[in-house]
């Protein structure tokens, strides 16, 4: 049982890991694209509406991949007073019922992000600015795709912990 969960597990933390590593390399893009709209606008006077907002869609779309991934590399913010102090099964409760929590709500927000996206798409939203990009609901796209990316590395987290509350407890000796 125990080597199913954690083939699944393994499984979905490396999906998570290799869309986290895409969205990494977005930075790049992200900075070039920033070095570029700062020289052409102060060297040759250029600048575009549409570059200046490939800036905040490429850091949108990084944060957004970047949540999972940030979890996937353990670089979550979490509070160790009492949990460091508590035994290790208990610990894997915690991480168990927490990574279910998470899984619930990041499906929950996928849920509710596909109407928004659907109602960007009926009406094929652009850019209010002249010269903007246009086909913005591809960019509210990437919401539920996240938010369905943070389900999955917490369905992996969840099977790790699951694996360790199911591992026999060592005999403490005396």
């Not at 890991?17 to 040759?44: C, D």
């Not at 970047?66 to 009492?82: C, H, K, P, T, W």
């Not at 009406?123 to 246009?134: F, T, V, Y």
Request: hydrophobic share 50%; aromatic share 10%; proline share 3%.
């Amino acid at each position: 049982m125990s080597g199913v969960i954690k083939t699944v597990a393994d499984g979905a933390s490396s999906l998570v890991r290799h869309t986290g590593q895409i969205a990494a390399w977005s930075a790049l893009a992200l900075v070039l694209v920033v070095a570029f709209n700062v020289l052409s606008r102060y060297l040759f006077s250029y600048g575009t509406v549409a570059l200046q907002e490939a800036e905040w869609h490429i850091m949108a779309v990084t944060a957004l991949f970047g949540m999972a991934y940030g979890l996937n590399q353990g670089g979550e913010v979490r509070v160790d007073i009492f949990y460091g102090s508590m035994n290790r099964r208990a610990q894997a409760l915690i991480d168990l019922l927490s990574n279910m929590l998470l899984c619930a709500v990041a499906l929950i927000i996928a849920y509710l992000c596909i109407a928004y996206v659907q109602s960007s798409y009926a009406i094929n939203e652009g850019s209010p600015d002249p010269g903007g990009l246009g086909y913005r609901y591809l960019l509210k796209a990437t919401m539920p795709v996240a938010f369905v990316l943070l389900a999955i590395q917490a369905v992996a987290m969840t099977g790790e912990a699951a694996v360790k509350l199911l591992k026999p407890s060592p005999l403490k000796q005396e």
